[in-house]
Every structure is written in C-alpha cells, then in structure tokens.
C-alpha cells in the first residue's frame, strides 16, 4: 500500500516564478492538507482540500492556491516566489471521517529553494 | 492564541535515560493534542496522541502527561534509544467529530540520543 507521494522531491526556481508541487494521498483517503516546514521550524498549515474545493486555509496570501482532482490528488501552486518561500512542502492525507482525529499521514515533502 | 510553545529547542540524552519534551498552549478550544517525530529527508509521523480528559497516556515506552489547569502537556521517552534520535513536534487541534482538521504545530526538539 503506497503511502502519501510527491513530487518533485526537490526544486529550485528564480524569484518571481512560479511552481506547481503534486501530491497523490495514500489509498483510502480523501482529504489532503498542505503544509509549509522552514528550515528549523514546525509545519504551518497552508489549506486542506476535500471533495475537491478548499475547506480550510492557513494564513498565507493568495500568492498560494491549490486543487483537487476527482482521483484525490492535489496540487500546490505557488506563484510570484519570494526568497522566504524557501522551505519544505508537505502533503498530508487523511479519511474524511477518522477515528483518530489529527492523524495525518504525511509524505516526504517537496524541498523549494528560491534564488 | 494559535500558538503551541515547545521546549527544549534541542535535548542530549544517553541510551537508556528519560527524554522529556514540554509543550504549552493558550487555545482552551484546542482539544486534541498529538505528537509527530520527524527524521531527516521524512515527513513527520504520528506517534501518540491526548485528549484532555485524560491526564496521562501510555504506548510503550512512549507517554504523554497532560495538565489541563495549566494548559501544558509533555512527552516521555522512557529507556531512550539511539532510534529515537529524530525531531519531535507537539501539535494541537480542535476535533470536528471525525473530520480531520488543521494541526498548530510547535517548533520542534531535536533530540538526540547517545550510545
């Protein structure tokens, strides 16, 4: 059973550009999450998708947007890059209705580094 | 009011001693509180979680305390291992009867273990 897959595993891009990062949940799951790691920092709730429409946004400017596919996966975009953009992206899945609430399965992460 | 305060930054133990981590929240709301362990190049896992009508919480020799007067609660590692070197992070959530919702992660301790 594959677990929460992303890609691409790492990137780097020019202020100003633009990045898309994808996600596939692990089997089951029908909510993903997004979450942005600094360097040194806990991850910083971007927003969750399910059913595909956003349900959920973290405080982070329009600069970010997502989608969901009916498959479930999703995507990250990332628009005019800032320097401080740099970080680790993390996808998270999860059931729409879980027993264990808060039990977010995450996958590796994209590495994002702005020049 | 969103914030989850984690001490220490970093921790050194050695093989067979008690690691502890604190955590301190200020959202009564918050009832939901899970710990995630993160090792380099991985995105977190779960590895215990709280519910603050219950003051202590056991799995192997992993243990969450939890003091809801003073809305701090704390993970205990007990016989440390050189495996159990990795970064932890507490987390706090409000849980939507079943849906998973967005966690407010703490900064993180890294915690390693000597042999």
């Known amino acids: 059973d594959a677990g929460v897959t992303q890609s691409p595993t790492h990137l780097i891009k020019t202020r100003g550009q633009q990045v898309t990062l994808r996600c596939s949940p692990k089997?089951?799951?029908?909510?993903v999450s997004w979450y942005q790691q600094a360097l040194g920092q806990g991850p910083q709730f971007i927003f969750q998708?399910?059913?595909?429409?956003?349900?959920q946004r973290g405080n982070f400017p329009d600069r970010f947007s997502g989608h969901q596919f009916p498959n479930y996966s999703s995507e990250l975009n990332v628009n005019a890059l800032l320097l401080g953009d740099s970080a680790l992206y993390l996808c998270?899945?999860?059931?729409?209705?879980?027993?264990?609430?808060?039990?977010?399965?995450f996958g590796e992460g994209s590495r994002l580094t702005v020049l | 009011q969103q914030q989850v305060k984690q001490s220490p930054q970093s921790l050194i133990v050695q093989k067979g001693g008690i690691s502890i981590i604190n955590c301190a929240y200020e959202?009564?709301?918050?009832?939901?509180f899970p710990w995630y362990q993160q090792f380099p190049g991985k995105g977190p896992a779960l590895l215990i979680a709280?519910?603050?009508?219950?003051s202590e919480k056991k799995e192997g020799r992993f243990t969450i305390s939890f003091n809801k007067s003073a809305k701090q609660f704390s993970l205990h590692i007990m016989d440390s291992q050189p495996g159990d070197s990795a970064t932890y992070f507490c987390?706090?959530?409000?849980?939507?009867?079943?849906?998973?919702?967005?966690?407010?992660f703490g900064t993180g301790t890294l915690l390693a273990v000597q042999p």
């Open positions: 998270a899945s999860s059931p729409r209705t879980s027993g264990r609430a808060g039990e977010l399965f």
């Open positions: 089997s089951g799951h029908d909510t």
């Open positions: 998708y399910y059913e595909e429409e956003e349900r």
């Open positions: 959202n009564t709301a918050f009832d939901y």
């Open positions: 709280i519910r603050p009508d219950v």
């Open positions: 987390a706090a959530t409000i849980f939507y009867g079943g849906a998973t919702n967005k966690l407010i």
